[in-house]
Structure formats: C-alpha cells, structure tokens
Nanobody
C-alpha cells in the first residue's frame, strides 16, 4: 500500500486560507483516487473532498463547496486541498486517503465518498480556525 503524509496544517483566523498537501512514498500516488477527510472532536470522521485518479473529476461535501478545492500534481506525486474562507467549524484533523480502483476509463473518473473504500491513510494534520 502507498504511504501518505499530510502537511500544511496550522492555526489560522476565520476567513483565512490554508493549503494542505498529501505526498506519497512507496508507490506513486498517480494511480490512486485520493480523498480528504476530517475528524473534529465529538464528531465522526467525514468526507471533505476528493479527486479522481485521472484528475478530471472532483467531489466535495456540501459544507465546503465553493470554498475548498482539491487538485493533484502528478509530476510532484502530490494532492492538495486548498481551503479558503475558513470557519471555526472547519477545525479538525484532516486526513488524506488513497484507493486504487482499477485501470478502466470509468474507474479512473471515480471519486469515492465512503471512507471504507479507502485502504491507505495518512497520519493527519491539525487545522485550527480561530474566531
């Protein structure tokens, strides 16, 4: 399985921006669909956004649409989560996860939202948004 490492978390004021990165080691990230999830205290881990293996499809939770964007740079073997107009309720540990869905054109366009689909996870990075 691919090993994932997130970076870019930190403390930011409400309305600010952060860009998280998800880098891979062991195997190339370019053959995986990648999802971003977050886990806030007292809540279940939830899907935030994701990108398909071929990069032409993205998906987002309704709560972050228009503010968050997922992208990938296969040359750098990295996936990004750009977060803008952050709110205190966005405070959480953010995780990236990867899943290999196969080589067909259809499967390369999939962006799973179910965390049970993903087999590889990073250790998470803390994002704290102050009011």
């Amino acid at each position: 399985q691919v090993q994932l490492v997130e970076a870019g978390g930190g403390l930011v004021q409400a309305g600010g921006s952060l860009r998280l990165s998800c880098a891979a080691s062991g195997l190339t990230l370019s053959v995986y669909a990648v999802g971003w999830f977050r886990h806030a205290p007292g809540l279940e881990r939830e899907f935030v956004g994701g990108i398909s293996r071929n990069g032409d499809r993205t998906a987002y939770a309704d709560s972050v649409k228009g503010r968050f964007a997922v992208s990938r740079d296969n040359a750098k073997d990295t996936v990004y989560l750009q977060m803008s107009n952050l709110k205190p309720e966005n405070t959480a540990v953010y995780y990236c996860a990867a899943v290999s869905l196969g080589d067909s054109d259809i499967r390369q366009r999939l962006v799973p939202r179910d965390q049970r689909t993903y087999g590889s996870w990073g250790q998470g990075t803390q994002v704290t948004v102050s009011s």
